[in-house]
Each structure stands twice: as structure tokens, then as C-alpha cells.
């Protein structure tokens, strides 16, 4: 398994492991009408239109990470500096079959690098549904802080609550670094 930029040819792996994943991690938590619709085409139409322009235009204020094994894609991370300049991790998602098994870390560990390397001193932070007990267990072991907890209103028309964790810039964010397989200008 190695971790590299994604490219606009992996928008459709992407997207069928993303639609895959909500669906595993989300059937408790998230509403089945809204599970069962277009999540895939939506999917599909959102990573088509991210990796399109970082790969026409790289400009280090977006990074798409994708873990890949025998060619195909087992993990994906998305970051993206917002306007307050932090740097919000906005999908991580590993094959379902594939939890636990480390690829989760090697991409945060992957975001972190890039985000050190682009945004020196700024904090790096996302949000998840306060009921993905997992995906939390998972940031509070990589150190990550509570900072914020809000409710989000879906376009679909429902609420869930939601916190947000954060890694500042002093904290220790040196789970596993260096990454052995990206250099900071690859990440592009
Ligand atoms: C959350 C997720 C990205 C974690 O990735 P992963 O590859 O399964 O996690 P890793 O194997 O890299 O785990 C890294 C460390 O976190 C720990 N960890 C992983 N899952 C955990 C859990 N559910 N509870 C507590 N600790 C956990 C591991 O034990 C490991 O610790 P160790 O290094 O001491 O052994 C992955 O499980 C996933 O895709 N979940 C579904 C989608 C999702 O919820 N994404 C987050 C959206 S906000």
C-alpha cells in the first residue's frame, strides 16, 4: 500500500468507496431514505469536479490523498485551507474491509505532512457526527482535541449533532513522521 496525490482518473474509485463507506459507517446514524438515494451520483459529480481542477491547477490549497493497493484505491483523504486559515480535513475514509489496519493513520499522517509543509502554524481540524463512536476513538488516539460541538442541518432536511477536533500547530502531530512514500512537493 502507498499513498499518492489523486488525479482526476481516480474520481470514480473515489467516489464508489466514499458512497460505500457512508453507507457501512452512516446505516445507524443517518436516515435510510437519504442513505438509499443518489448518494453515488452525487459522489460522483463532487470528485469529478475536485480532482478536475487540482489536477489542471495545483495551487496547495486543496490536496486529494488516496492510499492504493494492486491499483486500486483503499483509503482517500480531502483537505482544504478554509478562510479563517485552518486546515479542514474534510473526508477520510478507509475500505471498509481494510479498517484497522493502519491506512487511516498513514493518511492523517499523510494530511499532516502536507499541511506542515503548504501551512506552516496553522491548525488542522474536522468535524464528525457525534455518534460515529468509531471515527472518534480513531482522532481522540491520534491526539486530536475537542474543540467544538454544533448541529448540522443536511440539505436533505435533517439535524445531527456534530464535533469538531483539532490539532494545533504546537500539538503533537508527529504520529508517524516522515511518511516514507510523499515528499511535500508531490503533494502539490
Ligand atoms: C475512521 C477511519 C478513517 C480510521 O481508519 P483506520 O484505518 O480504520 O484506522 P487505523 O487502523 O489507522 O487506526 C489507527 C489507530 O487508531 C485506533 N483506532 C482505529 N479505530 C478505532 C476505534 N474505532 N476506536 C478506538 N481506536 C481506534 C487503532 O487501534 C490504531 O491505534 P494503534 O496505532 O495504537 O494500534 C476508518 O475506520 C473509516 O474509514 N471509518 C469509516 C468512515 C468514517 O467514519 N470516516 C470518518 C468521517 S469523519
Not at 474534510?90 to 501551512?119: M, T, Y
Request: contains cysteine; aromatic residues 10%.
Amino acid at each position: 500500500m502507498h499513498i499518492r496525490p489523486g488525479t482526476k482518473d481516480d474520481a470514480e474509485q473515489i467516489a464508489e468507496l466514499h458512497t460505500r463507506s457512508w453507507l457501512t459507517a452512516y446505516a445507524e446514524i443517518m436516515p435510510a431514505s437519504y442513505l438509499n438515494a443518489s448518494l453515488l451520483d452525487e459522489r460522483k459529480a463532487m470528485w469529478r469536479t475536485r480532482l478536475a481542477a487540482e489536477t489542471a491547477e495545483p495551487d496547495h490549497a486543496r490536496c486529494a490523498l488516496v492510499a492504493v493497493e494492486g491499483g486500486a484505491v483503499v483509503g482517500f483523504a480531502y483537505l482544504a485551507v478554509q478562510g479563517d486559515g485552518r486546515v479542514l480535513l474534510d473526508n477520510l475514509h478507509v475500505q471498509p474491509e481494510r479498517k484497522q489496519s493502519g491506512i487511516g493513520r498513514r493518511l492523517v499522517c499523510h494530511a499532516f505532512g502536507w499541511a506542515a509543509e503548504w501551512h506552516p502554524g496553522r491548525t488542522v481540524y474536522l468535524e464528525v457526527l457525534r455518534d460515529n463512536a468509531a471515527a472518534i476513538g480513531f482522532y481522540r488516539r491520534l491526539g486530536g482535541q475537542p474543540t467544538r460541538e454544533f448541529v448540522e442541518r443536511f440539505p436533505a432536511g435533517f439535524e445531527l449533532p456534530v464535533v469538531e477536533y483539532a490539532w494545533g500547530p504546537s500539538s503533537s502531530r508527529v504520529i508517524d513522521w516522515p511518511p516514507e512514500s510523499v515528499s511535500g512537493d508531490q503533494l502539490g
